[in-house]
Every structure is written in C-alpha cells, then in structure tokens.
C-alpha cells in the first residue's frame, strides 16, 4: 500500500523527505493564550460575569442585525451622455509597455475600465498577452502616486513646474531624457521642439531587454538598424535557435500566426525545430526539440549555414562538427526545399550569430515572404553602448539635469551602483514614474505620468501602421501626462491632447474620428521591397571563438511578470508559470540529471506543497542566494533564472518576491557563461507550485498524433473509448443511469484547440478580471487553495509507455514508478491543455449535492449557486476534473488577504455583474453566465435571434491563437457545432460518461517519420 | 350635533354654492384656463408681476396698467406694437432685455378676452380640503356612537351580574368567581387542555415562522427622502411617463434615479409647488449650483450630489434587470412597484422575496412572437401540445438565471 501511494507524487521530486508526523504541524495557539495566566487570574470578570456579558452581547448582536441598513444611492448630477449606469461602455485603445504593443478594446462601466480585450486587428498588434490583460489591475495600484513629489514629499505642480524650468534654463551642462523605446510620432515631434527650447537637451534611448544584436547585425548586414516585422504564418519550416517568439521574443502577435499554420484541417503544417537551452513555452510546442548549450549556439548556426552553403554549392565556411550534425543536414534540405517559405529566427544576444541567420535567411529568399524589411518593426531600438556613455558623462559632471521615462535603470542595470554612483553627480534628477520605484527614490523631483488608460497617445509600432490611445478614465490622481510636462516646462501653454491632435491630422491622417473610433490605421502600402533592393553584404565577422564552461547560466523572462514594470499586479504574481507551474517565485531552474549530480533536490512535503535546495549562486563576483527548482527539458549543465523579481520597491505585492536576476544581465547578454558557479547552502525554500504531478501516467488526458498518421487517419490518436458490457462493446454514453436533460432553448459547448493553446496564460488572466477570481496569495496557494476557475495543465511526456513496459518486461509497479518520470532533455515533449469546469451533462457533482446547491439548466450548463451553499465540499471531492475551488476565506472582506479585493482602489477593477463571494463557498467557471445572459437579452430587446460568436467567454476573447471556441450546438451552423463533428474531438475522460459541455481537439505534432 | 341628514345637505349646499360663483363669474374664464395652460404657463405665472418665470407674473393688476385694447394688441403681436413705436411696449421690451414674447396671431378675439377673463379671475380655488374637513367630522361621530353603545352593554352586563349575585344571596348559594367556575369546567373536559396546548404550540410555531420570514423582508419600507419628492404630482397629477425619468429601465439593469439634469429640464423653470412651495425644489437648485431668480447656474460652484435612500434593496446575490422586465416582458412599473402614481412618499410595494419572483416566472408567458424564439416555438407546440410557455418552462427558474 505504501509503495503503491508514492506513485502519486512525483518521482522526479523526492518523496522521502515525506514526514509523516509534519502532518498537523500547524498547532492552535492555545498556549500562548494560556501563558498570560497571570494576566487572566489578576481579571476582575468572573465566570458568571462572562457569561452574563457573552449573553447579552449575542443577544444585542442578534436584535442589530435585525435592522436593514439604510442604502444610500447616489445618482450623477449631470449625467453623461454616453454612460447608462448598469451597460458597458467599449473604447478602442493601444497598449505598449515593455515593448509590446497591443491593440485594444476596453471595458468600461461606469467609467471605470475592468476587462482588456484584444481588438483582434486583423494583422498587428495581437499581442495581448497575460501582462498587458492585467495592466487593467495596475491601474487601480494603491502604490500608484497620488502627488507629485520633491525630495520625497508631497508638493504641487505650480511650485515644480516653476522650480524645474528654473533649473533647465540655468543648465549649462547636458539635459537628458532616459527612455524606453519611444514609437509615439507626436512624442518624438514633441522631443525635437524641447530639443529647440533647450539646444543641450538629449534623449537616450534604454530598452530594459536590449535587441541590440539583431539591430547591430541588420546594420552590418543591411546598412540599416532595424528589426524586419515577421510572418509565421508564411513559413512551412521554422527554424528557432532560442528564440522564445511564442512568448517573449519579439511580438508576442507571432503566436497568432504560428498557430495559423498549424490547423491539420487545412492539409498542411508547419514543421518546427527549436534549438535551446532552457525550456520554454516555444521549446513546448516545437515539433522537435533540441536542448543545446548558450555557448555552442553560435556552432550549431554555424553548422546550419555550412549544411545550406553545401547544398547550393558554395564554398564551406569550414564550421566544426556539432552533436546533432544529422539532424542539422535534415534540417537544410528542409529549409532548402521550401524556399522563401522558411524562417530562421534566433534570441542570440551575439551580433555574429544574428548575422549568420541573417545570412541563412537571404540565401533561402525568405526576405519580402516570411519577414519583411518593408515593414519595419519599431518596437526596440535602444543601443547598448549609450547607458554607458551616458555614465561616463553623468561621472565626467557633464549631466545637468537627468529625466526618466519608463525606465528603472538602479532595478534593471547590472552594474546599478555605478550607475547609482554616478547619479550623486547629477544636480537635477526628475523621474516620470506613475509609482515610487527604485529609481525615483533618488530623483529630486517625481513628476507622475499618468496611467496609458487615462492618456491620450499615438503609436506607430510597424512601418505605416498607426495606432490611437485614448483616456478611458478621468485621472484617479494628481498625476500629469509627460508630454503635458514637457510641454509645460517648455513654456508652452498647448495641451498635449491639441498638440497631438493637430499633429496626427497633420502627418498622418486627417479621419481623427474614425482612427479614434477603430484603434488603429493601415497605411502599409502593398509595394515591397525587391530583393535587388538590398544592399545585403554578407559580412562573415571573425567568428569568435565561444567559450565554453561547465555551467553556463541563461536569464529569461516569464510570460506573467516580465521585467517588472507589473510586479505589483497580484493577477500576475499568482499567473502560474507556464512551464514550471511556479507562481510568486522566481527560482534557479535546473536540469534533473545536473540537480543529482550536484545533490541538489526538489520534494514534497506531507501537504503536497513543494520545497527546494537553497543555492548560492556566483556568476564572476556577483553572488546571489536562491532556491532551484529541478526543470525537465533542460539541458544539462545550463541554469536559469526568471527576471522581474526580487524589486525592493514595487510594492505590497510585489517587493521582495525572488531575486533580481538583472544584476547578472552583463553587456546585455542573457547567457553568461564564464565564471559560473553554484553551491547549496543550508535553507529550504518553500514554493508555491500549483501542478506536482509531471506526466499523465499512461492515460488519455490530452490525446496527441503525428500529421503524417492524421493524414492517413483524422481521428488516429483519438481512439473511441469502449466499455466492455453485456452489449458488446459500447460508448461510455450508451451505458447511462441518467435520463437526458431537456435542451431546447440553447445547448452551450465550448471546444479547445490543444493545437493552437501555446499554454500563454492570457485566458487565466482574462478570467480572474472577468469573474471577480480573488487572489490568495502565496501561502494559500502553497496549500493548493489556488483559486484560478480555469488552469492549464502541462505534462511532460514520458520515456516508458505500457506497450514498452509489456516489451521490455517491466513489472507494473516498476512501469508505474518510470512512467511518473518525464522523459530525458532530448526527447521531451510538453502538452498543455486549458481545463475549467467541463459542465458535465450527467455530473457527478449535482449528485452529491445536499442542498441542491450546484444544478443542472436546459442549456447544457452547472450551474452553480453561491447563496445555497453549505461548504460541504462534496462536488469538490466527486470532480474528477478538480476544477472546483473552495472559497476558504472571505478574500474580499479580510485583511490578511491584502490584494485588490481589500484595497478600496484594486476593487474598482471588479465586474459588477458578478457576485464576490464569501466565505465558505464552492465556485467554478460559470462560462461567464453574465456574458450569456447578457447577449441573450440584447437579442429579446432587439426582437432577433442569437449570432454565432456573439457570446464569447472571456477566456475565448482572450485566446489571441482562437484555441477556444464558444456557441449554441442547437446552431447548426455555429461554429462549435462544426468542431463538434471534427474527428479530433474528444471528451476530457469519457470513460466516466459525464458527457461534459467542453469537449478538446487532439494535439498534432508536425514530427519528421 | 347634526344628524346625519343634515350633514348630507350642508356638504350639498357647499358644493352647489361654489359651483354657483364659478357659474356666475364668468363662463369664458373656463376656457379661458385651458387657453392660458397651453399657450401662456410655460412663460408666466398667475400672480404678482413680481413672480417672474421668463416674463412677468400676470394678475388683474395689469388691467390698471394696460388699456383692454393695449392687450389685445400686445399679445396678439407685440413685435408689431414694438416697432410702431408704442412707449410702453418698448419700455417693457428693455425691461426684459429684449425678449420678444411669442405672438399669436390665430387668437380670436373672443380667446383673448376668455385669457384675459381668467387673468383677472386668478387661480381657482381648491375645493378638496373643505370636503375633507366634512368627512372628517362625520367618522367622529360614528365612533362617539360606539363608545355609547359600549357604555349601555357594559352597565347592562354589571347591572345582570348584580341581580344574579343578589338573588344568589338571598338563595343562600355560594358565591362563585368566574375563573373557579371555569377553571371546574376544564377539569371536567381534560381534553380542552390537550387541544389548548396544541393550539399553542402551533400558533407559537406559525408565530415564529411568521417573524422569521420578515427577516430581511423590507416590504412596506418608506424611508424619509433628502427631498421631498412626490410620485403623485408628477407621475399622477402631471402624468408625466415613467420612462422620462427612469429612462435607462428600457436599456440597462437599472431603472436609474434621475440625474438632477432630468429634474431641471422642468425646474428651470417651475420654481414652486404646489405643495411644498419652494422649499423642496430649492434643493435641487442647492445640489447643482441654479439661481433660480437670474435663472443661470452659478459659475465655479461646488456641486453637492443628492444622497437618496435606496428603497428597493435585493441582495448582491441576485442579478436583477430592468430592461428585461420592462422592455422584452412589456410588464408594467406598478407590477412590481405598486400605485406609484398615487405614491407621495415611495415605500416598497412588493416583497422582493424569491417566492415573489419564482410566483410571477411560473404565472407569466413569454412573447413568442419575438423573433428571438421564432424556431424555438415550433419545437414548443409539439411539445406542449399548444398550452402557454410560461417563463418556468424554458429555464426561468435555473438558478444561475438569477444568480451568478
């Protein structure tokens, strides 16, 4: 019995440590209580008189509560004209932070915006990702400023205004402007004319994450800094050498057009090869993984090229052999034989190796079909060499006054006390900060920008694609736009919002309205540039001669925090990682064979949480104290650590959380490679990790195939499950006690593309703002009371397989014990599959239900209903898809739960038409009834039936790759009802007969036979 | 004290008196009236000139000052009587910076002396409150008649009492209290002390079911509003539409209270009523900054938003929407909310309880002429053989129609 438990956790993670009598660790602090017996006899209250008191305070109690509270209504003095209290109000707006842009439609009620969506534009800016979905939260940050501020305290824009122009007309030395990659065209035009108010000012440019390699090499290889706009959904083979394009790369919009090209409906795929280091959400949906090391990177490009040069009978650049030299030589012919429909992309932060793909790139005329120089991509464009001269300046006291923009460099600088140093030699420091960050507690002046939803704004990310943002929200505090400060400090007494409209009228299109009213304009003309346009030089540099070292460590960034500009945002603290499931943390991350040989270990403790090995880690003499977290799929000998943690001034939610990985991000460089090293320490780290089972233990959970065999077989990999009965051998759903329920209005299905899920986790995010999901924070969530309504389960594949095991001879427990292993680095494969409540049609929660709580509609839904719950949490236990969450705590009503719910600023985000729960509730996914009931009543009022698509869940509208669809099957022609038919359809373990509302389509890899 | 028939007739000859000096008056002041709502209130009231709306206040005082034929000019086109340069229609046209009073040229004659007649008339008077003071007086009488009933029954009762107790005496019978005698009586019937207790429990059960039920039930909840307004005067008297006001029941789950902009659409320049006098509009005026004697709203002014006492309250739990009811079920306002119309003060007509709901789904039948169910309803009739779909049957009762 006890051999056949541990099968449950996972063996990866060492279950030895299980201490059984650490079960009830957690003691009821009676003693405390009972030490202050001094205290308690010195009471002149005697029993009796307790009693008394204990009486009559639950009788007043109970005699209070009997009278109503009186309700006040406040309705608007002057009620404006677009706002009917009680509908939502949309404007179209953009979002670029972190250099990613997005084209949005906003949510508002009543003034207040609460939900982000994707204005789905046809062909930029898809890039709503999970970040930019909870930027709506970041609004509503309590840390937000709520003044303008001079040497730390509180002081009004007329004395600041007054005292900053003094300083830049007195300034004889240098004014500079440090920013994030600026793409507003009104803004740069803004620039120019303080540039002639004030002839020493300047601006440099400092992009958080540099793509300077890729800018650097394009000017080699181009004449031109820039960075070409690419077409995924073009190419029939990509080739990635870490590139992470589905999540973090470039444009998180790639990810749309990947998945268009990965629909088997359509006859064809495209085939994807990932060469990387660590495991990333790209790396998990590959077609063929190679986990390789950051130093030999630069070789195995090498070797791709020299495969190519081969194969059009070019001289060879004589590159050393690789491991995978093989699957290199396939790959060229590949790549070959699909001419100007291939891509090669690489996340390399090495000129030289940009170059190279660059190189590849050209020979396999992939120029003008699969990336554009034509249209440019304006999202990075910062130089790395100029922080540095900027501080050879600040210390050679040629900087008289120093402003930041969206920058935080003393957080994202590697060498930050330099850069802090030389700030001392700064007379004048300004920071245009919406919040108190590392950097604006040592400005003289804080002049808060306002939030992007409360700013008017152009933006031009692509070469003829413009973009409009516009206020949704009135300033929730005494903040001031930057351009208006500028504008300000220049004398001028225009408001930027004139300014910006005269301009944009002016250069760029004279429909003001309409550009308003849609988001954004397409002025990208057709004509490309021809190919003998280029003036492509193929500079082959001196190849430098990459080091090599036992451990290399690579620093990436999490699709939840990003840099840090969110780490507030507690949506985003508690996003799990997509890959390690890991949220509230950033963490070492190690490949399983490295972690034994060094003896560092992961396990689990008697409540299933995990715990980790504390490691120093050194890279030349930084020195930094963090746990590991074992990760399959990485390769051996390569760490690596998230950035966007370990701020000290982000927060309630967000200081102090992890370690700041930026201070080893040296020369802009990811990899580090030399003088990398590793030691454990005494400590045991607790996470807060939400999935601890790896693999799917040999069952059907997400149904996978190959496209060759899909060709042959639509429906191979998807095996009807068939019950052995008196009848033969039956569909679970032929075998039933239950009679069917009526559906004659509407029947609700929603299918998901495993396909096209990229397991981002924009939809988890979508969800929480949408349904009023409450944040428990990093101890409940350590205790699995997580209170995400949908999750997205990853799996890792595994090397034994019941047909191997029957092969081999293996013995069940040991099959078992090998099947809980994911498989080795090189063969790895990741599945990630959305589950929210699969609105079972014969659930097995309505059953155990005492009070009739959660019940069944004529519309195919399980309903839940809070006000009728007792708490028993049967349904919970009888799920057998776990996706029932218990509302332990009043998260909206309880102090030590401090996140937006108990923030009277973070509660604005709610959505009021649902309700927050309380305490001791179950809840689910609902699939967002409001959103139902809603559209079903606009089609009453507007006498007309229901469109397909009309009603979209929020995860649905969040999903920028349409892994999820929504409708009535009633609808013959909806959408859901043709997905329903598709031979990949399959339901979430049929051989329970629940006969869910939610059905899946079967993953297909695009795997060379 | 009068008898009833004297009564009768004094409230007769009341009547018939004031009906009588209407009569005599002048009949063309009747007409006069409606001539002078339709075409004349919205710019002047009837009264004092001092009691401005856009033009002067208009009593019999402007006979002393105006000729009859001055008048008739003047309101038939006063532009006119400007530009032939008549002294005192210009002095007047400067007074009121330069207004020109609308004309009317398809005034007979005759119409213009029926406004006139009504003008020098003034307000009728308000005949209700006398009737009142009548029908007050008769119930006073009525109960005084009672007491004297009472009194007779209870002296009747002593008076039997004493003759039995008397003849009892001289009987030489014990006395008997009437809680021994009855108290012998029960012991005699154990059974009545059985059902007694039954009785008692029971009705104490049903008691405490009753109160438990109220909890939480505001039915009748009339709190006292920061302004007096009154349901009856403007949706009953004025007759003015719910959805003027309540405008966004039609499109969104709140019926709304009215902005104060709404409420000045009408009180720029009504500035009194009928009941309060000024005192309540004057609030409307103090929460958005109106003077109401220059008519303009006071520059830079501090708004003080109006802080009603919401009367209808259902819990967070329960989604409820407005244009639902309203607009897609066509159910009328009073359904639910009672005879507001006849409301001074709004209270809570309704229970608000889910049993209260839950009644109305099962009772009320859907529109299925609504295109919405076009296809539905085929399905419909052969399943429910033709009889009514109500509400209850197509899922109007799932939880998660209400809650979520």
Redesign the interface.
């Known amino acids: 019995m006890k051999e056949e438990k541990k099968y449950f956790n996972s063996l990866n993670h060492d279950t030895d440590h299980v201490n059984g009598a650490n079960e009830f660790d957690e003691k009821l602090s009676v003693e405390a209580m009972m030490e202050n017996a001094d205290t308690l006899s010195a009471s002149s209250t005697t029993r009796r008189d307790f009693l008394k008191f204990l009486g009559f305070s639950s009788v007043a109690a109970t005699l209070a509560s009997c009278e109503a509270p009186v309700v006040k209504s406040i309705p608007y003095l002057n009620k404006p004209e677009e706002i009917t209290p009680g509908n939502p109000v949309y404007y179209a707006s953009s979002y670029f932070s972190e250099n990613v842009f997005g084209s949005l439609l906003v949510k508002t009620r009543e003034g207040r915006p609460i939900l982000l969506n994707s204005s789905h534009n046809p062909k930029f800016g898809g890039g709503v990702n999970a970040r930019c979905q909870a930027s709506v939260l970041s609004l509503y940050d309590s840390n937000r400023l709520k003044n303008p501020m001079r040497d730390s305290s509180e002081y009004s824009w007329k004395h600041i205004d007054a005292e900053i122009i003094n300083q830049l007309k007195n300034t004889s030395k240098k004014i500079v402007l440090l920013t994030s990659t600026i793409i507003s065209p009104s803004t740069r035009s803004l620039l120019e004319l303080f540039k002639k108010t004030y002839s020493n000012f300047e601006t440099i440019v400092y992009d958080t994450i540099s793509k300077d390699a890729m800018l650097s090499a394009n000017q080699k290889s181009f004449g031109s800094r820039f960075l070409p706009t690419y077409d995924f959904q073009k190419a029939e083979v990509i080739v990635s050498f870490d590139a992470d394009f589905l999540s973090e790369w470039l444009d998180p919009a790639h990810a749309k057009q990947y998945t268009a090209n990965r629909k088997p409906e359509n006859g064809k795929m495209s085939r994807h090869y990932q060469f990387e280091s660590l495991l990333s959400v790209t790396g998990a949906n590959a077609d063929k993984r190679v986990p390789i090391k950051p130093s030999s990177q630069q070789a195995y490009v090498l070797r791709l090229y020299d495969a190519l040069l081969a194969l059009t009978n070019n001289q060879s650049i004589k590159s050393t052999k690789t491991k995978h030299d093989n699957l290199i030589n396939q790959i060229a012919k590949e790549l070959w034989s699909n001419k100007g429909k291939s891509l090669i992309v690489s996340g390399s932060d090495n000129t030289d190796v940009q170059v190279v793909i660059n190189a590849m790139n050209m020979l396999l005329g992939n120029y003008e079909k699969t990336l554009s120089t034509t249209i440019k991509s304006k999202l990075y464009s910062s130089k790395n060499e100029d922080i540095d001269s900027l501080i050879t300046d600040m210390n050679d006291n040629k900087i008289g006054v120093l402003m930041f923009l969206n920058t935080n460099p003393i957080y994202t600088l590697s060498d930050s006390d330099r850069f802090k140093n030389a700030l001392e030699k700064v007379k004048t420091k300004i920071s245009f900060s919406e919040s108190l960050d590392e950097t604006s507690m040592f400005c003289d002046y804080v002049c808060p920008d306002t939030n992007y939803l409360e700013s008017w704004g152009d933006l031009n990310p692509y070469t003829g694609f413009y973009a409009l943002q516009q206020p949704t929200i009135s300033p929730l505090f005494n903040s001031r736009q930057v351009q208006d400060s500028l504008l300000t400090w220049m004398g001028n007494t225009v408001k930027y919002y004139d300014y910006l409209k005269t301009f944009f009228k002016k250069n760029i299109s004279n429909n003001w309205n309409q550009v308003l009213h849609d988001g954004f304009l397409n002025k990208i003309s057709d004509k490309k540039n021809a190919p003998e346009d280029y003036n492509f030089s193929e500079v082959m540099s001196t190849r430098s001669q990459a080091t090599k070292s036992q451990i290399e460590i690579q620093l990436y960034l999490k699709s939840s925090i990003g840099t840090g500009i969110h780490a507030n945002n507690p949506w985003l603290q508690e996003l799990p990682d997509p890959i390690s499931k890991v949220t509230w943390d950033n963490y070492l991350t190690i490949s399983p064979s490295h972690a034994q040989e060094l003896g560092l270990k992961n396990w689990h403790v008697s409540n299933g949480a995990l715990d980790g090995d504390m490691v120093k880690l050194s890279v030349g003499d930084k020195h930094l104290k963090c746990p590991i977290y074992v990760q399959p799929g990485q390769t051996h000998g390569v760490l690596g650590l998230a950035f966007g943690y370990g701020r000290e001034n982000a927060g309630k939610s967000g200081s102090n959380v992890g370690v700041n990985a930026f201070s080893l991000y040296e020369k802009f460089n990811r990899n580090q490679i030399a003088k990398v090293s590793i030691e454990k320490i005494s400590g045991v780290h607790e996470f807060a990790c939400t999935q601890n089972s790896h693999t799917m233990m040999g069952r059907n959970i997400v149904k996978e195939t190959n496209f060759s065999d899909y060709l042959k077989d639509p429906k191979s990999g998807n095996k009807q499950f068939l019950l052995h009965s008196h009848k033969g051998n039956v569909k679970p759903s032929e075998l039933t006690l239950w009679d069917e329920h009526e559906k004659d209005v509407h029947f609700w299905n929603m299918s998901i593309d495993l396909n096209s899920c990229t397991g981002c986790g924009a939809c988890v995010v979508a969800c929480h703002a949408e349904n009023n999901v409450p944040v428990v924070g990093k101890e409940e969530v350590r205790k699995n009371r997580d209170m995400h309504w949908l999750r997205i389960d990853r799996y890792y594949s595994s090397d034994m397989t019941k047909e191997r095991a029957k092969e081999e001879g293996v013995g069940a427990i040991e099959m078992y014990k090998k099947m809980e292993e994911p498989a080795s680095s090189e063969n790895l494969e990741v599945v990630f599959q959305p589950v929210m409540c699969q609105h079972c049609n014969h659930a097995p929660c309505e059953t155990v239900c005492p009070v009739a709580a959660t019940t069944h509609s004529r519309e195919g839904l399980n309903h839940m209903t809070y006000n009728r719950c007792i708490g028993t949490r049967y349904c919970m236990n009888n799920c057998p898809y776990k996706v029932r969450r218990f509302n332990w705590f009043n998260y909206a009503g309880n102090e030590q739960f401090d996140y937006n719910m108990n923030d009277d600023l973070g509660k604005m985000v709610l959505n009021p038409d649902v309700t927050v729960r309380g305490r001791g509730v179950m809840e689910k996914c609902t699939m967002c009834i409001q959103n139902i009931q809603k559209s079903k009543l606009d089609a009453k009022k507007e006498r007309r039936k229901i469109k397909d698509g009309e009603i979209a869940c929020a995860c649905e509208k969040a999903c920028d790759t349409g892994a999820i669809t929504f409708g009535d099957v009633l609808d013959k022609d909806s959408r859901v009802s043709q997905e329903k038919k598709n031979p990949r359809s399959y339901y979430l373990i049929e051989e329970l007969n629940t006969q869910p509302s939610v059905f899946y389509k079967t993953k297909v890899r695009n795997k060379k036979v | 004290m009068s008898t009833p028939l004297s009564s009768f007739r004094f409230i007769f000859l009341f009547f018939l008196s004031i009906a009588f000096s209407i009569f005599c008056s002048a009949q063309d002041a009747i007409v006069g009236e409606s001539l002078f709502k339709t075409n004349c209130s919205s710019c002047h009231y009837l009264g004092p000139e001092e009691k401005k709306l856009i033009g002067p206040g208009l009593d019999s005082e402007i006979f002393e000052e105006h000729t009859e034929e001055w008048l008739y000019k003047w309101i038939r086109n006063s532009a006119e009587l400007i530009e032939s340069g008549d002294k005192v229609a210009n002095e007047l046209y400067e007074e009121y910076n330069k207004a020109v009073m609308t004309a009317f040229p398809h005034f007979s004659d005759e119409d213009i002396s029926n406004i006139l007649a009504y003008i020098k008339e003034g307000p009728s008077e308000v005949v209700v409150d006398s009737s009142e003071s009548v029908g007050v007086n008769s119930s006073d009488e009525s109960s005084t008649l009672l007491y004297i009933i009472l009194i007779i029954i209870i002296f009747n009762i002593s008076l039997l009492v004493y003759v039995k107790n008397t003849l009892k005496t001289a009987a030489g019978i014990q006395k008997e209290s009437l809680l021994q005698s009855s108290l012998a009586w029960v012991q005699l019937n154990p059974s009545v002390i059985v059902f007694g207790a039954i009785l008692i429990v029971f009705s104490g059960m049903k008691g405490c079911w009753n109160t438990l039920s109220t ?2 039930v ?1 039915q009748n ?1 009339q ?1 006292e509003q920061p302004i007096a307004f009154s349901h009856k005067i403007h949706a009953g008297d004025n007759g003015i539409d719910c959805n003027y006001c309540h405008h ?1 029941a039609r ?4 019926a ?7 409420c000045m659409n009408c009180h720029t320049y009504i500035n009194e009523g009928t009941i309060t006098g000024k005192d309540e509009i004057n609030k409307i005026y103090a ?2 900054g109106f003077d109401p004697n220059t008519r303009t709203y006071i520059p830079d002014y501090e ?1 003080q ?6 009367i209808h ?1 259902l ?3 329960a ?1 409820f ?1 407005h ?2 009811h309203v ?2 079920a066509g159910v009328e306002c009073q359904t639910c909310h009672g005879p507001i119309e006849e409301m001074e003060e709004v209270y809570q007509y309704s229970k608000l309880t889910m049993g209260w709901c839950i009644n109305c789904h099962r009772e009320t039948e859907i529109d299925t002429e ?3 169910y ?3 309803h085929k ?2 009739i052969d ?1 429910y053989h033709g009889e009514e779909v109500t509400v209850d049957m ?2 109007g009762m ?4 209400c ?2």
């Open positions: 909890v939480g505001a909840y709190p966004t499109s969104s789950k709140h709304g209270i009215p902005s104060a902009n709404v929460a958005v708004e938003p109006i802080e009603w006492v919401r309250n819990p967070d739990l989604y929407d244009s639902q607009n897609v609504n295109p919405y076009h296809d539905l399905n419909w399943k197509i899922g799932e939880c998660a129609k809650h979520y």
